[in-house]
């Protein structure tokens, strides 16, 4: 699942990508991947695109948040949740320090 994930967000040219694992840190996801888009609308399209790419991939998303406002949309998979932030709210929300980040090893960022 996290392999189709980044490839959705490579696909809509998503921006900082970070995963995190929160398995220790969580009882309600195991990992999450953060990303950022660098308008709403782009941040809009994105969540749809990966909650589509796993429609595809036969993964039905427990739900989607966000579409219509556009700073933050969230994709609930389950074991996975994706963030796609405008980079202001990123910023504010800081979920990389909120989780833990700094004791991360299985961080990854995309060009």
Known sequence: MIIAVREALDDMKARDIVEIDVT?????????????????RHVMSIGQHVQEEMKHKGLMPLGIEGLDTGEWVLVDLGDLVVHVMMPDARSFYDLEKLWGFDDEVGQGAAQ
């Open 24 to 40: 220790n840190k969580s009882t309600v996801t195991d990992r999450m991947v953060i990303a950022s888009g660098t308008s709403k």
